[in-house]
Antibody
Framework: EVQLVESGGGLVQPGRSLKLSCLAS????????MNWIRQAPGKGLEWVAS????????YYADTVKGRFTISRDNAKNTLYLQMTSLRSEDTALYYC??????WGQGVMVTVSS | DVVMTQTPPSLSVAIGQSVSISCKSS???????????LHWLLQSPGRSPKRLIY???NLGSGVPDRFSGTGSQKDFTLKISRVEAEDLGVYYC?????????FGAGTKLELK
């Protein structure tokens, strides 16, 4: 069974940093591209970043480009999202997803002073 | 960026009724491999999104055949035949043909 388990969220002040992790199991992690997708409270889905299976290709939404870094460790079956210079508008539930097929339960990030 | 326009924003339905949701993209969603990466997701209250249909018309694993998807190029439709209580929630169309991947704003399906 495919499982994606996010961690690392929490309350952080504007301008600070936070690193999210997503531990994958139930499939060969190194064979698949992965994504981070977020959902602000009461809002719709917003794609954040994608990384190919070998990290050769990386894409970011304009709203996070230059502030967020997506990465992966295939030996640890783990996807990461390093978030810096956080803003209040980054407050959201962050999902780790394999394509649109499999989603984690999400991890909440709240940016507030 | 590809804009996904989803209508209606909400639907009030009775159990057993059939409904359709429209999704129109600002650009063709046909990729260079000839496939169209348009998908439909359902987010039930308090849950993570679940993929219902992939590549326009392919039913996801375990998804009942009351759900069907049609369309091409820039115009797509999700149809739910005989709505059941478990179908309630917010439906999203999503395109993964182009980066950035984008989502429709959602259609909230509620009980009448």
């Amino acid at each position: 069974e495919v499982q994606l388990v996010e961690s690392g969220g929490g309350l952080v002040q504007p301008g600070r940093s936070l690193k999210l992790s997503c531990l994958a199991s139930g499939f060969t992690f190194s064979n698949y591209g992965m994504n981070w997708i977020r959902q602000a409270p009461g809002k719709g889905l917003e794609w954040v970043a994608s990384i190919s299976s070998s990290s050769s290709y990386i894409y970011y939404a304009d709203t996070v480009k230059g502030r967020f870094t997506i990465s992966r460790d295939n030996a640890k079956n783990t996807l990461y999202l390093q978030m810096t210079s956080l803003r209040s508008e980054d407050t959201a539930l962050y999902y780790c997803a394999r394509s649109t097929t499999y989603w984690g339960q999400g991890v909440m990030v709240t940016v507030s002073s | 960026d590809v804009v996904m326009t989803q209508t209606p924003p909400s639907l009030s339905v009775a159990i057993g009724q059939s409904v359709s949701i429209s999704c129109k993209s600002s650009q063709s969603l046909v990729y260079s491999d000839g496939k169209t990466y348009l998908h439909w997701l359902l987010q039930s209250p308090g849950r993570s999104p679940k993929r219902l249909i992939y590549q326009v018309s392919n039913l996801g694993s375990g998804v009942p055949d009351r759900f069907s998807g049609t369309g091409s190029q820039k115009d797509f439709t999700l149809k739910i035949s005989r709505v059941e209580a478990e179908d309630l929630g917010v439906y999203y169309c999503a395109q993964t043909t182009h980066f950035p991947n984008t989502f429709g704003a959602g259609t909230k399906l509620e009980l009448k």
